[in-house]
């Protein structure tokens, strides 16, 4: 956690995100609970758990607007709840239809999208396919994701636990992520130009700041029961 530094106290800043964290939490378990009344799925009556993280975004306004920020993906867990502070220089948007349309945003109120395993709730169900693109504007945004899990023994399909679908899905993950490394290192290189071109620096490329979905997120993030 950030220590305490000169106008910035590092324990009051911890225990106000654990409290607004719990709070999100419960709140995700409540929806939850009124999507399998809804959609005819078995919530867990207790044991869900969920995986707060903050990202940060700093943007100089150099990067194109819809030049992606995050690689567009789909989140592990049942659902995932977002809020943000609307900054301008990065927008979140979804796939609908074959196109990307921007997130709507409404100050204080939290954008709540299915994550990959409702489909196997659900059959029929679509996740939520989504990427962060720049504006083209400086400046920053700071957004919050809590990501929602079911208890390891969970049962989620025949014969299978939360835990066993959700470790299968981490590994497809992984896998994609591997074989789309090998694809760009064995890509044809360009011929070097004659003048080499000036490494990017903070005040000429946006910097971005922010957990990936791959993260390891028992340390990027604080896990909170519910």
Excluded: Q
């Excluded at 800043?13 to 009344?37: H, K, N, P, T, W």
């Excluded at 900054?87 to 239809?97: F, N, S």
């Excluded at 890509?187 to 993260?215: D, G, H, I, L, M």
């Amino acid at each position: 956690w950030p220590s305490s530094a000169l106008g910035f106290d590092g324990a009051a800043f911890r225990d106000a995100l654990e409290r607004y964290g719990a709070d999100l939490a419960r709140e995700a378990v409540r929806i939850v609970r009124e999507c399998a009344s809804r959609l005819g799925f078995d919530a867990p009556t207790r044991g869900c758990a969920a995986t707060l993280t903050l990202n940060y975004y700093v943007c100089d306004g150099s990067a194109p607007a819809g030049e992606p920020l995050v690689a567009e993906h789909t989140d592990v867990g049942v659902l995932t709840l977002v809020a943000s502070d609307g900054g301008g220089c990065a927008a979140l948007e979804l796939l609908g239809d074959g196109e990307w349309s921007r997130a709507p945003f409404r100050g204080g109120a939290v954008l709540v999208h299915a994550a990959d395993c409702l489909p196997e709730l659900v059959p029929g169900a679509r996740t939520a396919r989504h990427r962060v693109v720049a504006t083209g504007e400086p400046g920053t945004r700071l957004s919050a994701a809590l990501f929602v899990d079911f208890p390891d023994d969970h049962v989620v399909g025949p014969g299978m636990t939360y835990k066993t679908w959700r470790l299968s899905r981490v590994r497809r993950a992984m896998a994609t992520a591997k074989a789309g490394a090998r694809g760009k290192a064995s890509a044809p290189r360009p011929r070097a130009k004659a003048a080499a071109r000036p490494r990017p620096n903070s005040s000429t490329s946006p910097r971005v700041e922010s957990s990936f979905f791959c993260a390891d997120e028992a340390r990027v993030a604080p896990r909170l029961a519910a």
